[in-house]
């Protein structure tokens, strides 16, 4: 339990590298999780990795971290503006939470500029593209330890 960090995203993420790359970077998801598989290796973890484009799998998810993992890292895209429910999922998780986010959300619309995620994050991490994650990953290691 202690070594398995729940990397988590959010809707429209799986048409990350084949839309909007001007925005978003050319890298998909899978080469995400493999970039995130080989640091947490490096680093004695284990993680697993989740899209989904449902609100509910989402909590379902982070339910389910409570008991399996040490650390959430989520990028909740969309749900990021919208859900108390993903929020109220995450005061419920010990650990520390990590939220990503590729693009720089306080550089676009208003409306992308309040996270209700963020009132739980240890850590936001914003506009590194997907190096992001590996940021992300850095620091719940760092906190684990
Ligand atoms: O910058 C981020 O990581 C976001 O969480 C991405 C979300 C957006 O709603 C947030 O405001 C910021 C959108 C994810 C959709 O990703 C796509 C990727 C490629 C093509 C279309 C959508």
Known sequence: MKNLVYILNGPNL?????????????????????????????????????QTNAEHELINWIHEAREKACAIIINPAGYSHTSVAILDALHAFEGPVAEVHISDIKA???????????????????????????TALEYVISQAK
Do not use: P
């Open 108 to 134: 676009r619309e208003k409306f992308r500029h309040f996270s209700y995620v963020s009132l739980r994050a240890d850590k936001e991490v914003i506009g590194e593209g997907v190096t992001g994650y590996l």
């Open 14 to 50: 799986n048409l990350l590298g084949k839309r909007q790359t001007d925005i978003y970077g050319s890298k998909n998801l899978k080469d995400v999780e493999q970039l995130c598989d080989d640091l947490a290796h490096k680093n004695g973890y284990d993680i697993f990795f989740g």
